[in-house]
């Protein structure tokens, strides 16, 4: 594990801004890394506003969508809202579906299969819409590179509206309107919104069209929130003022969906981070393990009865999603023994029986463990399906691009990718894209790193300063929980391995000749036990948290690593 300290921003403004918001050097420096370095600058930061969101009609395309969807209302078409199944694609779905349902009743939702019918618009979700007298769809999370898709509903007299997040190909899909921040010709100011973001600028739209303000819509906002936290895109600019109501929507008055499935969740407050691992995970497991319209069906349902009972199915395929993750992920591990593959600069592995699902995730479990860009293959149809995940500093999507010879169909972004191939390519496939890992990587992309945005004394980690800290979520992509670092530091001798496996380290450090002792645990970190022991200098990166026991709260340090001085 690198340490890597960031480069400490030019003195004067650190002093300047310090000055101007009555905090100290180290909070001004937190705040200049990231790029803000004025009062109005913070304020807007620490003061996130409704106001200031962008104008939606900023975006390219957005006056053909409102205005095709008002003829749809006008005229008492049917419209379905298609998106994809992962929590993304089913929270930009129950979003627009459930704000259209409020001004036009003819409205149905799609959510492809998974399985039989894979990522994106699919032949079979239009061939639905023509079943069922449809005449205009808005897909939402998909669509970007869908052309033939939307000529083949063009030929059935069915109108295409594409909400995109995605990065767009040379080509661009002939629909009535192309909603992509991401367009090159696309002038809108904050490009980094995820599907269910280009979502709620669709309706905040609509909403303008209606009298209604940005209030009228704060109630959506726990949809978007979530899709922010699992979609992992940056937690800047807009999406921060998304996050940041989004959240107190989940804790103060979420929809009767999330209601259901926190009711069995002790925490008071969640935060992003427990969005990611708490709410996320199981909307995704709809998808992964049923379909995805179970999800939708729970984040629409207004009777907190019958959502109890969509949660509670959801959360069985949650169980059964975890059980399937770690299986597969010990039989990819030992296949990459197998094959002699763990000094490779990529890890490309393959089983028929792996379940589609959960290949992403056991893709990101890969890289835990061998750190290099990984992908996991598996059957589908005829075809064989994978999910990409990258590393640090390493474009995933660029590198796939250079494969290309070999893919049937690829889309994604610089960290995360899905394709399909041939059978028969595979073996090819896996050794190009060795070639391609192995001329394009840095080294330093090879070892995992440990970002330190300040190098601090203990003494300074009070109530106050966390409470500071605190004002910095929600965290995030781009605005990530500040890591410090301490040196000369010392156990006072009751340190100890903890957990069922003793793999967890607990130690109560001072620093110098201050003895005042601060509580730290090391997740995984028992292994360095010995660094600590018997008096011995050494040196920490950590989080500063609050530890709640027996009705107490104190700060602790979250251990992120520790060396010998």
Same mark, same amino acid.
């Given at each position: 594990?690198?340490?890597?300290? %960031?480069?400490?921003?030019?003195?004067?403004?650190?002093?300047?801004?310090?000055?101007?918001?009555?905090?100290? !050097?180290?909070?001004?420096?937190?705040?200049?890394?990231?790029?803000?370095?004025?009062?109005?600058?913070?304020?807007?930061?620490?003061?996130?506003? @409704?106001?200031?969101?962008?104008?939606?009609?900023?975006?390219?395309?957005?006056?053909?969508?409102?205005?095709?969807?008002?003829?749809?209302?006008?005229?008492?078409?049917?419209?379905?809202?298609?998106?994809?199944?992962?929590?993304?694609?089913?929270?930009?779905?129950?979003?627009?579906?459930?704000?259209?349902?409020?001004?036009?009743?003819?409205?149905?939702?799609?959510?492809?299969?998974?399985?039989?019918?894979?990522?994106?618009?699919?032949?079979?979700?239009?061939?639905?819409?023509?079943?069922?007298?449809?005449?205009?769809?808005?897909?939402?999370?998909?669509?970007?590179?869908?052309?033939?898709?939307?000529?083949?509903?063009?030929?059935?007299?069915?109108?295409?509206?594409?909400?995109?997040?995605?990065?767009?190909?040379?080509?661009?899909?002939?629909?009535?309107?192309?909603?992509?921040?991401?367009?090159?010709?696309?002038?809108?100011?904050?490009?980094?919104?995820?599907?269910?973001?280009?979502? =709620?600028?669709?309706?905040?739209?609509?909403?303008?069209?209606?009298? +209604?303000?940005?209030?009228? @819509?704060?109630?959506?906002?726990?949809?978007?929130?979530?899709?922010?936290?699992?979609?992992?895109?940056?937690?800047?600019?807009?999406?921060?003022?998304?996050?940041?109501?989004? @959240? +107190?929507?989940?804790?103060?008055?979420?929809?009767?969906?999330? $209601?259901?499935?926190? +009711?069995?969740?002790?925490?008071?407050?969640?935060?992003?981070?427990?969005?990611?691992?708490?709410?996320?995970?199981?909307?995704?497991?709809?998808?992964?393990?049923?379909?995805?319209?179970?999800?939708?069906?729970?984040?629409?349902?207004?009777?907190?009865?019958?959502?109890?009972?969509?949660?509670?199915?959801?959360?069985?395929?949650?169980?059964?999603? $975890?059980?399937?993750?770690?299986?597969?992920?010990?039989?990819? @591990?030992?296949?990459?023994?197998?094959?002699?593959?763990?000094?490779?600069?990529?890890?490309?592995?393959?089983?028929?029986?792996?379940?589609?699902?959960?290949?992403?995730?056991?893709?990101?479990?890969?890289?835990?463990?061998?750190?290099?860009?990984?992908?996991?293959?598996?059957?589908?149809?005829?075809?064989?399906?994978?999910?990409?995940?990258?590393?640090?500093?390493?474009?995933?999507?660029?590198?796939?691009?250079?494969?290309?010879?070999?893919?049937?169909?690829?889309?994604?972004?610089?960290?995360?990718?899905?394709?399909?191939?041939?059978?028969?390519?595979?073996?090819? =496939? $896996?050794?190009?894209?060795?070639?391609?890992?192995?001329?394009?990587?840095?080294?330093?992309?090879?070892?995992?790193?440990?970002?330190?945005?300040?190098?601090?004394?203990?003494?300074?980690?009070?109530?106050?300063?966390?409470?500071?800290?605190?004002?910095?979520?929600?965290?995030?992509?781009?605005?990530?929980?500040?890591?410090?670092?301490?040196?000369?530091?010392?156990?006072?001798?009751?340190?100890?391995?903890?957990?069922?496996?003793?793999?967890?380290?607990?130690?109560?450090?001072?620093?110098?000749?201050?003895?005042?002792?601060?509580?730290?645990?090391?997740?995984?970190?028992?292994? %360095?036990?010995?660094?600590?022991?018997?008096?011995?200098?050494?040196?920490?990166?950590?989080?500063?948290?609050?530890?709640?026991? !027996?009705?107490?709260?104190?700060? +602790?340090?979250?251990?992120?690593?520790?060396?010998?001085?």
């Amino acid at each position: 594990m690198r340490w890597k300290l %960031k480069p400490e921003p030019n003195l004067q403004k650190i002093i300047k801004l310090a000055q101007e918001l009555g905090v100290d !050097n180290t909070i001004a420096t937190l705040l200049v890394h990231r790029g803000i370095e004025t009062f109005d600058q913070a304020k807007a930061f620490f003061r996130p506003n @409704l106001s200031d969101l962008h104008n939606p009609y900023l975006m390219k395309d957005m006056d053909l969508a409102v205005t095709r969807i008002e003829k749809a209302i006008l005229k008492g078409e049917n419209i379905l809202v298609y998106g994809d199944y992962d929590v993304d694609g089913t929270t930009s779905v129950s979003l627009v579906s459930s704000y259209l349902k409020t001004i036009h009743s003819n409205i149905a939702t799609y959510i492809p299969d998974r399985y039989a019918e894979g990522y994106g618009i699919s032949f079979k979700g239009i061939d639905f819409a023509e079943d069922n007298d449809i005449s205009l769809i808005i897909a939402l999370d998909c669509g970007i590179k869908a052309i033939d898709k939307v000529d083949y509903a063009t030929k059935k007299g069915i109108d295409f509206i594409i909400c995109d997040h995605h990065r767009p190909g040379d080509e661009l899909p002939n629909a009535i309107a192309v909603l992509d921040p991401k367009r090159s010709d696309c002038e809108y100011p904050y490009k980094e919104l995820c599907g269910c973001g280009v979502g =709620f600028k669709l309706i905040q739209a609509l909403a303008s069209e209606r009298n +209604q303000t940005i209030n009228d @819509l704060v109630e959506y906002l726990d949809l978007v929130a979530t899709a922010i936290a699992a979609d992992i895109v940056p937690i800047t600019g807009e999406n921060r003022i998304l996050a940041y109501f989004g @959240l +107190q929507v989940i804790n103060q008055n979420p929809r009767t969906g999330i $209601k259901a499935m926190l +009711q069995q969740v002790k925490k008071k407050e969640l935060t992003i981070t427990d969005v990611v691992f708490i709410i996320a995970p199981r909307i995704n497991a709809a998808g992964r393990i049923k379909h995805g319209n179970y999800a939708v069906e729970l984040l629409t349902e207004m009777d907190f009865d019958t959502a109890v009972k969509f949660a509670s199915e959801i959360e069985k395929n949650n169980t059964d999603r $975890k059980i399937l993750d770690k299986n597969i992920t010990q039989e990819a @591990l030992q296949q990459i023994e197998e094959n002699n593959e763990t000094q490779t600069f990529s890890t490309v592995v393959y089983a028929k029986n792996w379940h589609k699902g959960v290949i992403g995730i056991v893709a990101s479990r890969l890289i835990e463990t061998y750190y290099k860009p990984t992908l996991v293959f598996t059957k589908s149809g005829d075809k064989l399906a994978a999910s990409a995940r990258s590393v640090k500093g390493f474009d995933i999507y660029n590198a796939l691009e250079q494969c290309t010879e070999f893919i049937e169909q690829f889309g994604g972004h610089k960290y995360a990718a899905g394709l399909t191939l041939k059978a028969t390519n595979y073996q090819k =496939f $896996k050794e190009k894209f060795e070639e391609v890992v192995k001329n394009t990587i840095s080294e330093e992309s090879r070892t995992p790193q440990i970002s330190i945005d300040a190098e601090i004394s203990l003494s300074k980690i009070t109530p106050k300063f966390f409470r500071i800290l605190k004002q910095l979520e929600p965290f995030g992509p781009q605005n990530m929980k500040p890591v410090f670092m301490a040196e000369g530091l010392r156990d006072n001798g009751y340190g100890k391995r903890v957990g069922a496996d003793e793999t967890h380290l607990k130690l109560n450090i001072f620093q110098g000749t201050d003895q005042k002792t601060y509580n730290a645990i090391g997740f995984s970190l028992g292994y %360095k036990h010995a660094i600590t022991k018997n008096g011995k200098s050494f040196k920490a990166v950590f989080n500063i948290d609050e530890n709640h026991w !027996n009705g107490n709260t104190s700060l +602790q340090l979250l251990l992120k690593d520790i060396q010998e001085e």
